[in-house]
Nanobody
Framework: QVSVMESGGGLVQAGGSLRLGCEVS????????TAWFRQAPGKEREFVAV???????TYADFVKGRFTISRDNAKNTVHLEMNSLEPEDTATYYC?????????????????WGQGIQVTVSS
């Protein structure tokens, strides 16, 4: 089964930067769309950024201009570069890998999640 593992979280002061990593093991990484989500205490999970194997990316409005998602297909990794961090960015960040397969007229979805990694931004 595909395994997803985040790394690089920690504590940073407001205005600082962090770079999260995510390694996707197993499967065919080049076929996966990879994304980052986050969830703060007492809040629902929210979308942060996504990129596909062609490096086409989409960002949530609240991180545009500050965060950059990238991937290295050769290393089966995806990263999230976070700049100008704010206390509101404090959350558990989750890496997500999704692929779909068409077999005849049936479409199958495979959705894998990491365990999450903590990012804390102090005032």
């Amino acid at each position: 089964q595909v395994s997803v593992m985040e790394s690089g979280g920690g504590l940073v002061q407001a205005g600082g930067s962090l770079r999260l990593g995510c390694e996707v093991s197993g499967g065919t990484f080049g076929r996966y769309t990879t994304a980052w989500f986050r969830q703060a205490p007492g809040k629902e999970r929210e979308f942060v950024a996504v990129t596909n194997r062609y490096r086409q990316s989409t960002y949530a409005d609240f991180v545009k201009g500050r965060f950059t998602i990238s991937r290295d297909n050769a290393k089966n990794t995806v990263h999230l570069e976070m700049n100008s961090l704010e206390p509101e960015d404090t959350a558990t960040y989750y890496c997500n890998a999704v692929t779909t397969t068409n077999k005849g007229w049936t479409r199958y979805k495979y959705d894998y999640w990491g365990q999450g990694i903590q990012v804390t931004v102090s005032s």
